[in-house]
């Protein structure tokens, strides 16, 4: 199959008539389009096009297009492509059998002109953008497979200098600990602050795992492992990570997929840092209420680390310059943790990990300004 430039419709139906009409109507609002006229010529030529939409007469001969929609949902090739079923039945039983189908839309003989344009437009503009996900998903894919291939390579390199300098333990640390600030840069490396950012991000969750009571040694884990909350932007573009402007919807919906990625890039490993740098990465996003992302976890089903993340990520990046927004002081910072603002509330942070953050603010901005590099 050639690539095509244009979206292409399929239309599907018995009678000549129907098929000039329809025809003539997308023809004139500048759509190609192709014809078939009964359900085995439409399965047969949307194989060799792959059609972006589907116009499917219901009521055909030999087979009638609530089977040809079930041939077309159960291909691995054909099941994305939307389909609307073209009836003059306009009963619920039919509707409700075409749904069943995987149909996604209706439209009821005779046709009408700008009912026929409103559904053409928004389910390629629909198909369009499944499209784009597919090929993004895709390119993904190999560009986590090179990162991660990075990402443990450097990982066996330390496995050897554990090995090496067994005998001296602050050296082990130091060099296991260097890797892990390492791995961090190849997610970050696009920001200037990155040094900065990652001692800053320690230092706020080494403060609230010790208010919280957390061992000496968790309070360690913690803090060696929290740089790497946000590796999973190795998979995300750059003109989405650099732009000096609010995301738009579709580009959001990217940008949270670091989240899984990150998960998925330190799964496995039988280090205590990397369980739990992976635990932070996947749940740093989480919110109290149950509204964050990836899993909408709420409350205490988020791991006390994720909890502990979401607070210290959000006022670093208050306090820090970003692409489409300047630095915020440290008392902007504190009343939009405390008091909330259009996209943060209270209601999104652990209650107790909050009072942590009021009754020790002054410590955060101690850290920030200590591990700040000022520049003009």
């Known amino acids: 199959m050639e690539n095509k430039t244009e979206p292409v419709i399929l239309i599907v139906d018995d009678e000549e008539r129907n098929l000039k009409l329809m025809g003539a109507m997308l023809e004139n609002s500048g759509y190609t389009f192709e014809t078939a006229r009964n359900g085995i010529e439409a399965i047969e030529k949307a194989r060799n096009i792959m059609p972006d939409l589907v116009y499917l007469d219901i009521m055909m001969p030999v087979m009638d297009g609530f089977e040809v929609c079930k041939i077309f949902k159960s291909d691995r090739s054909l099941r994305n492509i939307p389909i609307v079923m073209v009836t003059a039945i306009s009963d619920k039983d039919t509707r409700l059998k075409a749904l069943d189908m995987g149909a996604s839309d209706f439209l009821t003989k005779p046709i009408d002109i700008s009912e026929l344009m409103a559904r053409t437009k928004n389910l390629l503009k629909v198909k369009e953008f499944e499209d784009f996900l597919k090929e993004h998903n895709l390119r993904l894919e190999g560009e986590v497979r090179k990162r991660t291939s990075q990402l443990f390579a450097a990982y066996e390199d330390l496995s050897k200098l554990y090995k090496e300098l067994e005998e001296s333990r602050e050296k082990i640390k130091e060099g296991y600990i260097d890797t892990i600030y ?158 909330g603002d259009e996209r943060t509330r209270p209601s999104h942070l652990d209650p107790e990990i909050l009072r942590i953050f009021r009754d020790n603010h002054r410590r955060f901005e101690s850290i920030y300004e200590s591990h700040h590099e000022h520049r003009p």
Request: with cysteine; charged share 25%; proline share 6%.
């Open 182 to 339: 390492r791995l961090t840069k190849i997610a970050e490396y696009k920001d200037e602050d990155t040094a900065s950012h990652i001692r800053r991000i320690s230092h706020y969750c080494g403060l609230m795992a010790e208010e919280l009571g957390w061992s000496e040694q968790n309070r360690e884990i913690i803090f060696y492992a929290s740089p790497m909350h946000d590796i999973g932007k190795v998979g995300i573009p750059s003109d989405i990570l650099l732009k000096p402007a609010r995301l738009s919807p579709e580009e959001f919906s990217l940008m949270k997929t670091h989240s899984a990625i990150g998960g998925k890039i330190l799964q496995g490993s039988s280090s205590r840092f990397l369980q739990m740098a992976e635990m932070i990465a996947l749940t740093h996003h989480e919110r109290w209420d149950g509204t964050g992302y990836p899993n909408g976890l709420r409350g205490e089903e988020i791991p006390a680390e994720g909890r502990i993340m979401n607070i210290a990520d959000q006022y670093d990046a208050l306090r820090s310059r970003r692409p489409y927004k300047p630095p915020f002081d440290h008392e902007t910072a504190l009343k939009v943790l405390t008091e």
